[in-house]
């Protein structure tokens, strides 16, 4: 038995000389500096008397010193718990006495705050700091750079990733070696990633997005990253003539599209653009064809399943549609009460299975048996409609599923309507308590720059467009919608701020 994931990343690598990542000081990693400097940490971890199975939570700034930690925990048998660089010591607290880690690796200037919670757990806490530096890496320097990778089998779990939690506690959802590998194999064939591509790679590396399927893809295909720690506009701009391809949220595109030195002569070469995590509205999907030539592709995925559509790489890629059910992964609308699989056109639950879905929720035996049905489809929670093409449109979460006076409105199909309108930028739609009835629609409008919006003008653009249940009964324009850090509208946030609108 092999280490399964990354013996199949190992089995995949180029020529060991060739870069895999270059950061934007030209700092760089070869292939063979991948193996070796992932192996002396791996040495480290298990020093540290990490196990197989055990986790290793990590909240540290990206750094390709981070990247190779994930690299090292999968070789030692671990099992990587990525968490977010905005979470406060409170929230921390929760995800390592839930996830009980044996190695908790945090920046250095939160050690002191962090250090309580890491004895409660019996978790050796370790440092790595924004340059790579910390006691982590003190070990990892003095250890060898050679490791006999821990023998891993296809179900055993390589990560846990916690949800966003935006209702209730956040559960940790298991990924397996082959749930994180299938998919790699999946997207390398279908985004037809080769050992040429070079990935603009700008994401966050504690989410799916950007952990995943940017890294995992890139050295399935034995390509490279260009790999900073954020996205700055500048430094894109820079490097996009370095890259064949880019993965981006959508706030990356409306960013690009902000500034007159993202032109098509600029994009030329490049190959792929991608979007994810977050809804990409139909406009920016249009100005964006528009300035450059290029049709973003907009797949759907999650944290418990990795990605389960995508638009073609070759073929239309439709305007807020989020594509066709990659191969292996099975798709189906159902209704959310019954389970019942609804008509062609039909709006339900999205459901899906493949070797892509997630072992379950950690510790959580009784949620992760609710979130899925007999035969095994997973309930998403999304819910979405398949067209006569059989292109998957989500039109919201089922959460966000406004009922008005008995009738249903889905914030997608609302938000598509007030983006179409002049000078606006970005919209959301939300229900919040109505005495008459039960919830009223609210949008909320983001302008576009230099633009002034008159609420009035958009309640009047909306007349002919849409059934009267479906119109907003209040309209609010903020300078910026709130975000999370992978660019999905807090709507949650926004219901708090506007519950009020119909009282007295």
Known sequence: MTNHLFSEIRANMPDLAKTFLETADRTSLSYG?????????ANALVRLGLAPGDRVAVQV????????????????????????????????????????????????????????????????????????????????????????????????????????????????????????????????????????????????????????????????????????????????????????????VPTFYTRLLGSEAFTRDLVAHIRLFISGSAPLSAETHKEFSARTGHAILERYGMTETNMNTSNPYEGDRRPGTVGFPLPGVALRIADPKTGRALDQGDVGIIEVKGPNVFQGYWRMPEKTAEEFRADRYFITGDMGRIDADGYVAIVGRSKDLIITGGFNVYPAEVEAAIDEIEGVAESAVIGVPHPDFGEGVVAVVAPKKGAKLDKPAITQALADKLAKFKQPKQVHVLNTLPRNTMGKIQKNVLRDQFKADFEG
């Open 61 to 248: 700034e990206k750094t390709p010193d981070a990247l190779m930690l994930y690299l090292a925990t999968v070789r030692a048998g671990g099992v990587f718990l990525p968490l977010n660089t905005a979470y406060t010591p409170a929230e921390i607290d929760y995800f390592v006495t839930d996830a009980e880690p044996a190695v908790f690796v945090c920046d250095p200037s939160r050690a002191d705050a962090l250090q309580e919670t890491a004895s409660k757990v019996g978790a050796s806490l370790q440092t790595l700091d924004a340059s790579g530096k910390g006691s982590l890496l003190d070990l990892a320097e003095a250890a060898s750079d050679t490791f006999e990778d821990v023998a891993r089998d296809a179900d055993d779990l390589a990560a846990i990733l916690y949800t966003s939690g935006t209702t209730g506690r956040s559960k940790g959802a298991m990924l397996s070696h082959e749930n994180l590998a299938s998919n790699a194999r999946t997207l390398v064939k279908y985004w037809q990633f080769t050992a040429d591509d070079v990935l603009l790679h700008a994401l966050p590396i504690f989410h799916t997005h950007g952990l995943f399927v940017a890294t995992n893809c890139l050295l399935m295909a034995g390509g490279s990253l260009l790999f900073l720690p954020k996205f700055d506009l500048d430094t894109v701009l820079g490097l996009l003539p370095r890259a064949t391809t880019m993965m981006g």
């Open 33 to 41: 500096d991948v193996i070796a400097r992932s192996a002396r940490y």
